[in-house]
């Protein structure tokens, strides 16, 4: 069993890398990483975009809406789950 603080530490190092480390929402974790994953791109293409979900190129704004998309889905997907749970 990790202890809490290497959790923590690495949610905050890579976020959903917790989740995954104490197989536990595995598919809420699995998704903030994509988006996340997807942020880092994102920014290397485009370091400084106008806002974050819209870059200066059409692929970088695709990819910041992407990324905006997959947390939705993860927040909806966890949600559910913990509905579901009680």
Avoid: C, H
Wanted: glycine fraction near 8%; charged fraction near 15%; charge should be positive.
């Amino acid at each position: 069993m990790r202890r809490p603080i290497e959790v923590a530490i690495a949610n905050v190092l890579f976020p959903g890398l917790g989740y995954v480390l104490l197989r536990k929402r595995m598919g809420f974790g699995l998704l903030v990483m994509l988006g996340v994953a997807i942020q880092f791109v994102q920014l290397y293409i485009d370091p400084l975009p106008y806002i974050i979900a819209y870059g200066s190129t059409y692929f970088s704004a695709t990819l910041g809406i992407l990324v905006i998309i997959i947390l939705e889905v993860a927040l909806a997907y966890d949600a559910y789950t913990l509905a579901k749970e009680r």
